[in-house]
């Protein structure tokens, strides 16, 4: 899966999860530190995030990695239109390098 396809995913499940929780981009942004035009610009993929960047976002959206895994490899339509599964060794190597951060 390409990295900017990859990020669209991530922004769509990062908007939607900060939704359910009622908050706004600005809200969001001033719990992390950003601006809310950089919160928008990871909501609709035009920015990728490091990794340090993500984990801070999800815990502060009460979320874990997995859900965001399981979301972008079950929901997300162009998956399903392309059939682009993640393995479970995959999801499995990408928990893994999560566990020290």
């Known amino acids: 899966m390409k990295a900017n396809i990859i990020s669209s995913h991530v922004g769509n499940y990062l ?3 900060r939704k359910e ?3 706004t981009g600005k ?3 001033e719990l992390i530190n950003i601006s809310q ?3 928008s610009r990871y909501e609709t993929g035009s920015s990728s995030l490091s990794l340090d960047q993500l984990n801070e976002i999800l815990t ?3 979320k874990r990695w ?3 895994i399981y979301y972008i490899d079950c929901f997300s339509e162009e998956n399903k239109r392309n059939n682009i599964n993640l393995s479970k060794k995959t999801i499995e190597i990408l928990l893994n390098s999560m566990k020290d951060i």
């Open 60 to 62: 502060v959206l009460d």
């Open 66 to 68: 997995i859900e965001m």
């Open 27 to 29: 809200q969001l942004a």
């Open 37 to 39: 035009q950089q919160v």
């Open 21 to 23: 929780k009622n908050m």
């Open 15 to 17: 908007r939607k999860s």
